[in-house]
């Protein structure tokens, strides 16, 4: 490709509306262009590379035996109520009605639609197992659309399903993509992490997230310094390590703490550590309140709260609310003195071992003291209810868990028979018994792999792109057209490179030398071929984009030096 026939805007300037590099390299190199906020265009460039990244994950899957096939983005509401997703699935559900005032959504994942597939196509085991895959445009309506392609309203994804027999089947199938991710994950150039998590709106038991390890990440991952354990924070299991205190229970003791909610000022002003103070937090778990009780240097996991009700739909109840339901303003509300209210009260585990604590009283600018669960107030169930700690124990080893941020990038989920059993999706065993079949789902952001790619891949100067997802293996630049020498050994070069079957970029521009370095630089393409003032002397200088080593070489060996030098990229 001519670059003087290229469409790619490269800019000198950081665009203002860009947080992170990924998302300022992608603009400034040209790769994308934003159309409304979480909304972007892929040019040339950047489109390139989606192609690459496409491709890897295609041959992986294919490689597996999963079964590539197109469904509609548009689908019907019914579907989705079939399931119960239509209301549980939230706001960033795009949903839309057609001039017959029917209702539609615009497909954040296709469950529902290919399980109606098999549902319609499937009737006997001696079908079974089957995987099938396509790779499309998703939409989700964020909050708050952040760092370009990572978090946007419309992405490309590659979602597969498979449907098995039994349980033994699915963790087949679930191993096999787990063995593609990490194929497709590694070929693309990534340092990730598989990890346990939270299967969240999809539904299902036994699932991991595929991370690219990053500063930037929105995710925190757990994982241990002595094994191979690490897991999402919302997953992370805790280790429960009760003992008990030896401290005496003292008399309960009813204080006026003025104007202090949190606990912060809490134990500023008792003059006690937060381990000593318990935290109280109503939520509404689906039709049901629920207070939940954590120590004071804890935070709540309301993943593990809603997993604990085994709930469709958590959230945190209003000040209006919580006066409504508890007869307490916010920061004063506690456990006491609620038998006659429509709440039920769970707990940390931690907080079954605690004597002496101070929580709040139920009662404006008011505290007790000296509680202890058990004889002051009934915790009707405890469980692991926190996030996990750096410094605590492994739950697999018993080793020190660290944390490191990290970009989803992928997700596989074992999700049984979740759907298959709302939509009647079943099939005939061999002894002729209708049974629902077994469910796995298996996501990839394609183009948020492309932006964690750069996340991880670039320096001060631009992108650093892997040999195996560049939108071009080779930059070569004539660094003054005008000149005869230059003009004819690039135009000759460049000949014999593409016939090669090498990609390449050919700069003919008629700009300045310093303009296509910095461009070169930018794009990152792996290695530079440069025709200069020794053209007449049949010399070209190579310069690697990873390491910046630089050799000069002659004309005549380039291709055998670019065989060699592409195969250690």
Not at 236 to 244: E, H, I, M, R, S
Not at 505 to 518: H, I, N, S, T
Request: charged share 25%; with cysteine.
């Amino acid at each position: 490709m001519r670059q003087s026939s290229l469409l790619l805007p490269t800019l000198r300037e950081v665009p203002s509306e860009a947080e992170i590099a990924s998302h300022k390299l992608m603009l400034r190199a040209g790769l994308i262009k934003q159309l409304v906020s979480g909304v972007y265009s892929y040019l040339p460039l950047g489109y390139r590379v989606v192609r690459k990244v496409t491709q890897i994950v295609r041959e992986e899957m294919d490689r597996s035996e999963a079964q590539e096939i197109s469904m509609p983005a548009i689908q019907p509401a019914e579907l989705w109520q079939e399931t119960g997703r239509w209301e549980a699935y939230g706001p960033e559900l795009m949903r839309l009605k057609d001039r017959h005032d029917r209702s539609f959504v615009l497909g954040p994942t296709h469950e529902e639609v290919v399980t109606s597939i098999a549902r319609d196509g499937i009737n006997s085991y001696k079908k079974l197992p089957i995987n099938l895959y396509q790779i499309q445009t998703k939409y989700r309506d964020e909050v708050r659309p952040r760092f370009g392609v990572i978090r946007a309203r419309e992405f490309i994804m590659k979602d597969a399903y498979s449907f098995d027999v039994d349980r033994d089947g699915l963790d087949r199938s679930y191993q096999a993509m787990y063995d593609a991710y990490t194929r497709i994950f590694t070929r693309c150039g990534m340092d990730f992490r598989a990890v346990e998590a939270d299967a969240g709106a999809i539904g299902g038991k036994g699932t991991h997230e595929f991370m690219a390890l990053s500063d930037i990440g929105e995710d925190t991952i757990a994982y241990c310094n002595s094994c191979n354990y690490a897991a999402n924070l919302e997953k992370a299991d805790v280790v429960y390590q009760g003992q008990a205190s030896g401290e005496t229970s003292e008399t309960l003791e009813k204080v006026h703490t003025p104007a202090i909610k949190t606990i912060a000022q809490l134990t500023e002003f008792l003059g006690l550590p937060a381990e000593k103070t318990i935290k109280s937090l109503l939520f509404k778990v689906d039709q049901q309140y629920v207070l939940a009780l954590i120590r004071g240097d804890h935070e709540l996991n309301d993943i593990k709260l809603k997993n604990m009700f085994d709930a469709n739909v958590i959230d945190m109840a209003t000040e209006q609310e919580v006066m409504e339901v508890l007869g307490s303003p916010v920061g004063f509300v506690g456990p006491i003195g609620l038998q006659e209210k429509p709440v039920a009260i769970v707990a940390d585990q931690a907080v079954k071992d605690m004597v002496n604590a101070v929580v709040g009283a139920g009662v404006a600018d008011y505290h007790y003291k000296n509680i202890t669960p058990g004889r002051d107030f009934e915790v009707s169930q405890y469980g692991d209810l926190r996030n996990i700690q750096e410094g605590d124990p492994c739950p697999q080893c018993g080793g020190e868990i660290r944390f490191a941020r990290g970009i989803e990038v992928g997700h596989v989920f074992k999700l049984g028979t979740r759907y298959s059993e709302k939509m009647k999706a079943t099939f005939l065993d061999e002894n002729g018994k209708e049974k629902p079949m077994i469910m796995g789902c298996y996501g990839i952001g394609i183009s948020r792999t492309v932006a964690a790619v750069v996340e991880q891949n670039h320096d001060e100067n631009g992108i650093i792109w892997p040999l195996s997802i560049a939108p071009f293996h080779i930059h070569l630049i004539a660094v003054n057209p005008k000149n005869e020498d230059q003009l004819k050994l690039a135009e000759s070069l460049y000949e014999q490179i593409s016939q090669a079957g090498y990609e390449v970029l050919y700069d003919d521009r008629p700009e300045r030398a310093g303009v296509k370095f910095k461009d070169a630089d930018l794009i990152g393409l792996p290695l530079r071929i440069t025709i200069g003032a020794k053209a007449s002397d049949g010399l070209v200088e190579c310069k690697i984009r990873k390491s910046g080593e630089m050799q000069e070489i002659a004309a005549d060996q380039v291709l055998d030096y670019m065989k060699e030098t592409l195969s250690k990229l």
